[in-house]
């Protein structure tokens, strides 16, 4: 932990656009511009939760590519921990890649095949912490898959040996690997089953209290989102439309979109 | 109502290197004609796609898979009947339409060849193919159907996908629509807007569905009767809103618990406990 003071948030986001260049014609001239995120500011406090919500296409996932600079910003800030992480070069950006992980939606794609789970869970190991030996990558590695809920032995097995929900507990695994403070969750619990969607989210809960972590959540379902939020920011058409706490959203949703994305959560 | 479909008896088991193993063991179940809705709920592993997949002998043949039992769609036994037979019945009796739809279609041609290919196969009587695929793509509410035709898979969302598959399905009007988890890959404003399609096509052309899912929340208002499946065997029937209402095997009430509600903060999602569950 910094030892900058409590009270500024972690994540400061401030009127970030991303746009994508529309090309066409033989020559690839820019015709266009798709602008996925059209200036949007928020903030993420340390140690909470913040739920980005919204359908396909309404750029949220482009948000949180461009938090972990995956993804070139057009324009704004994005502040972390008080430096602004939009104008640092390339190798200033360094150990913020270790500080700022993600957890992606798909874990049948995320996971290399042809890479054992301690290869893919000890890669970023050998980029971050150069100086472990093969042994105490071992341990590290045992470590982790015990954290997320696996068992030890499980490094020496392949991707295709594991369910999703296991698969999506080996992410979890490679993002802590590097001892991060910050995790983009992208839509971490979309492609699973409702009862592995529940260990995942409850996963996700104990391991922010014990270790500290700040979250940004993405997903397209209010329910969940809300069940994991502090703070809960709706997105549509690159803009966010609405913020609020979790339990105001629900309670007394102010945006129309809002307001038709409770409606389509289905109720028991 | 007669039933439309009976199975009885369905054993499915799978060749192991050494062993076979069953994955479903004796169920029985059926649906009646006329736009009855029966949905098969449970998690991945429970054994509800290969028991869909059965419907109209889709798995693979023995020795990698043997299924037993009898499965009689309109007095008919599927597992006895010949290739040409079942050729029938596939898409003119049973239709399809699978999880997920960018998987489903074929990336190179478009969706008006591909629908129109399921026509031209199931209904050589019809001159103008072309002019029913646009029919069928209006029926599935996709506007400019006539420039759609037209479109690549590329060229739709997930939704629309999902739609020209339901269309796809329709060609040839099928008695029994068989729906393996239809919106587990789409948001939920495109959920229910499935859902909601497939309600309107289930009173316009009077076909029944089976639905599988594991959400609960899908089959709330949408399907008549809910069975419950866990481990290969139905653990519960009954009426959707009394297995909701008054869930009675462990199993099932976990599944509705660890749903996340809206507006009821729980501190923890509630979590299916398999010791519990297989000991009843």
Do not use: W
């Not at chain 1, 093969?134 to 590290?140: T, Y």
């Not at chain 2, 009976?6 to 649906?31: M, N, P, W, Y």
């Not at chain 2, 599927?78 to 040409?84: E, F, T, V």
């Not at chain 2, 316009?204 to 069975?227: P, W």
Request: charged letters at 20%; proline letters at 5%.
């Amino acid at each position: 932990m910094s030892e900058l003071n409590a009270s500024e948030p972690l994540l400061a986001v401030r009127d970030l656009q991303v746009h994508f260049p529309v090309r066409e014609g033989v020559l690839q001239r820019v015709v266009g511009q798709v602008k996925a995120v059209d200036g949007i500011s928020f903030e993420v406090p340390r140690g909470s939760t913040v739920g980005l919500v919204g359908e396909s296409g309404s750029g949220k996932t482009t948000t949180g590519r461009a938090i972990a600079r995956l993804t070139p910003i057009t324009s704004g800030s994005v502040r972390y921990a008080g430096q602004d992480l939009s104008t640092v070069s390339k190798a200033a950006y360094f150990p913020y890649r270790k500080k700022i992980q993600m957890i992606f939606q798909d874990p049948f794609s995320s996971l290399n095949p042809r890479m054992s789970i301690y290869s893919s869970v000890a890669e970023p190991l050998d980029i971050h912490f150069k100086q472990l030996s093969k042994s105490q990558k071992e341990e590290r590695v045992s470590q982790l898959l015990e954290k997320v809920g696996l068992e030890a032995d499980f490094m020496r097995r392949y991707p295709h040996q594991f369910s999703g929900g296991q698969r999506q507990r080996i992410g979890i695994a490679r993002a802590l690997a590097v001892e991060p403070e910050f995790i983009i969750c992208d839509e971490p619990v979309s492609a699973l089953d409702v009862s592995v969607q529940a260990q995942i989210v409850n996963l996700l809960q104990d391991l922010q209290q014990e270790l500290g972590l700040t979250y940004l959540f993405i997903a397209h379902d209010l329910a969940v989102v809300e069940h994991i939020s502090d703070f809960v920011l709706v997105m549509t058409e690159g803009k966010i439309v609405e913020q609020a706490p979790a339990d105001a959203i629900y309670s007394n949703p102010q945006h129309p979109y809002t307001k038709k994305l409770l409606a389509a959560v289905p109720t028991l | 109502m007669p039933d439309l479909l009976k199975v009885k008896d369905l054993k499915i088991a799978f060749q192991g290197s050494d062993e076979s193993i069953e994955v479903v063991h004796s169920i029985d179940f059926s649906v009646s004609g006329g736009g009855e809705t029966v949905a098969i709920l449970g998690e991945s592993g429970s054994g509800k796609s290969v028991t869909c997949l059965s419907l109209t002998n889709l798995l693979p043949p023995a020795p990698s898979c043997t299924v037993s039992g009898e499965i009689l769609f309109a007095g008919q036994d599927i597992l006895k009947m010949d290739a040409k037979a079942l050729r029938q019945i596939r898409g003119a009796g049973i239709a399809y339409i699978f999880q997920e739809p960018s998987a489903s279609l074929n990336p190179v041609f478009t969706v008006g060849y591909q629908i129109e290919e399921a026509v031209r196969l199931h209904r050589p009587d019809l001159s103008d193919a072309k002019a029913r695929t646009v029919e069928l793509l209006e029926l599935v509410g996709i506007r400019d159907a006539a420039q759609r035709y037209r479109a690549y898979p590329h060229e739709m969302s997930g939704g629309m996908q999902q739609r020209v598959m339901i269309a796809m399905a329709l060609a040839c009007e099928p008695k029994l629509l068989v729906a393996d988890e239809p919106t587990t890959a789409l948001d939920v404003t495109i959920q229910a807007q499935i859902i909601d399609l497939l309600r309107e096509l289930r009173s316009k052309l009077g076909m029944s569905i089976v639905l599988i899912t594991h959400n609960f929340g899908i089959v709330k208002g949408f399907a008549d009767e809910v069975l419950v499946m866990y481990q290969g065997d139905i653990v519960e029937r009954g009426p959707v809103e009394t297995v909701l209402s008054a869930p009675q095997h462990p199993y099932t009430k976990a599944l509705i618990a660890c749903i996340p509600k809206l507006g009821a903060k729980q501190h923890r999602l509630t979590t299916i406990d398999h010791e519990m569950a297989a000991s009843q």
